[in-house]
């Protein structure tokens, strides 16, 4: 186990569980959504740092097109709910 | 020689972008922040840049890390200015 | 060696540090301008951790476009929604209550990340069995692309990313149907025209590039897809409507072309008596490209009606006629 494994894996971890506690209990939509997009980035890099096998050995392939399809996956489902939100201010300002 | 000259290069930019931050940090108002921020930092990268380009005694490498330092220094000129100007604004509205 | 840890430990600090400021701010600019400095870190660590074709996507969308998209969310509805219906807790019942669900939820997270620790410390103990990487560079070869991610992503996985344009197309049409597009930003002033007037062309040609260079190096389709939006996001801000996004009928082929070229390959290689997207190692490199460009279109034209966040209108008489 290298060092770089444990210090990226460990922080993807923490980065996890920081998004996932401001999505469940932060009061305002917007940092929820921040906060889903941390927890997304923490288990990217939880990812990354499985397909990486030291300096100068050529990394695992699948995973890396694993994220770079969640990379836009998650850009996405951001768009939609800001769109949603949109919405929901647009139906609370006429009613 | 030129890997003297690469390294002393890449330090002093590193002391550009030192001084850039610490104005950043410790200058009064936004204007002045600003001028800290793009100008330090634009020499720094500049000067970083210079280094890396001698380091790596390649060309077209090098061609490439200037064309990131001009659209670099295009970008931050436009974006400090607009950012000065949304403040000038505010400031003469309020 | 040291150096490296240095900096590991560098970038693992700052990507903690910004992550926990952004998240810990109520001010919704601050926290969103935090997370972008978030994504460009970590496209550094991506960078580090040898994963390229990641760091330019995360730089191009995770920090770029998602900012984007937030600050604008930020700007034009800072007011209502997103402050989303927080009822004033009058009763101490109800504040303790709040207190032990913080506590609750905040202690399930910390036992959560220890348990996911846990486990890729298991996985890291034993030797990696790397049959899939290794699958990979056996057939990188008859792949049509010596770029292993773009040979992943177009070709051993292509069901994957066929049903990732359908994810994106699903989302564009989620935001479609929500309403109109915002309305346009005023005319931009000298300085930024004239930095529109030479980014957006370079940044074209940029896209092309990335789509061109992902056979074999860092690139491709979502990159390129990427930089393509930036360019239209660029335009937008400085005051252009349409921003060159067709509307009407081109707008909704250019949302369906990545799903609809995917159908149309595996399909053909179906009648020609192939798999369903088991190209002919003869033609994969050229049909690779084929699909890539249909789906950067797709892409793109889904990042910039993000961005729009809605259906873009006509423009109101003929005051859109350039583009």
């Known amino acids: 186990m290298l060092t770089a494994h444990w210090l990226y894996g460990i922080s993807g971890c923490l980065l996890l569980a920081l998004g996932l506690r401001t999505a469940l209990l932060h009061d305002m939509l917007l940092q929820r959504l921040i906060g889903i997009n941390v927890m997304g980035a923490g288990v990217f890099l939880v990812l990354i740092t499985v397909a990486y096998r030291g300096p100068g050995i050529a990394p695992d392939p699948v995973l890396h097109a694993l994220v770079l399809t969640g990379i836009v996956v998650a850009v996405s489902a951001t768009a939609l709910a800001l769109a949603l939100a949109r919405r929901l201010t647009a139906e609370q300002d006429d009613g | ?94 | 060696m040291t150096a490296m840890l240095v900096l590991d430990i560098l970038l693992v600090l700052s990507l903690l540090s910004l992550a926990t400021a952004a998240l810990a701010t109520n001010d919704a600019r601050r926290s969103v301008i935090l997370f972008m400095a978030f994504g460009l870190v970590l496209a550094l660590a991506w960078g580090r951790l040898l994963a390229p074709d990641v760091a330019l996507a995360e730089a191009a969308i995770g920090a770029g476009l998602s900012g984007a998209l937030l600050l604008t969310a930020v700007r034009d509805q800072a007011h209502r929604a997103l402050r989303s219906s927080r009822k004033p807790v009058h009763e101490r019942g109800r504040a303790n209550l709040r207190v032990t669900l913080e506590w609750t939820v905040t202690l399930l997270c910390i036992a959560l990340a220890g348990l996911l620790a846990w486990a890729l410390a298991q996985a890291f103990d034993r030797a990696p069995k790397d049959t899939l990487a290794q699958a990979v560079s056996a057939n990188l070869a008859i792949s049509g692309v010596s770029n292993p991610v773009t040979a992943v992503l177009l070709n051993f996985r292509a069901y994957d990313t066929l049903l990732e344009l359908a994810v994106l197309l699903t989302a564009a049409l989620g935001i479609f149907a929500l309403g109109p597009a915002r309305p346009g930003h005023r005319a931009a002033g000298p300085v930024f025209d004239g930095l529109a007037r030479w980014l957006v062309p370079a940044l074209i040609l940029t896209a092309g590039y990335l789509l061109w260079v992902g056979a074999h190096a860092p690139g491709g389709a979502f990159q390129a897809g990427a930089t393509l939006a930036a360019a239209a996001v660029v335009l937008r801000l400085a005051g252009r409507r349409s921003v060159g996004l067709p509307t009407g009928h081109t707008l909704h082929v250019a949302m369906v072309a990545g799903v609809s070229m995917f159908l149309a390959v595996g399909l053909g290689l179906l009648v020609l008596g192939r798999p369903f997207l088991g190209y002919p190692p003869a033609w994969a490199g050229g049909l690779i490209l084929l699909i890539e460009t249909a789906a950067m279109l797709a892409i793109a034209a889904t990042l910039v009606l993000a961005f729009f966040g809605g259906r873009p209108t006509p423009a109101p008489g003929v005051a859109e006629k350039t583009s």
Request: proline share 1%.
């Open chain 2, 1 to 94: 020689m030129i890997e003297v000259m690469a390294s002393l290069l890449t330090v002093s930019g590193v002391g550009f972008y030192l001084a850039g931050s610490i104005g950043l940090l410790r200058l009064p108002d936004l204007y002045s922040r600003l001028h800290a921020l793009t100008k330090a930092d634009n020499l720094g990268l500049g000067l970083l840049i210079a280094g890396l380009a001698l380091h790596t005694q390649d060309l077209l490498i090098a061609l490439k890390l200037v064309l990131i330092w001009l659209a670099v220094l295009a970008a931050s000129a436009a974006s400090a200015h607009l950012i000065a100007q949304h403040a000038r604004r505010r400031e003469t509205q309020s």
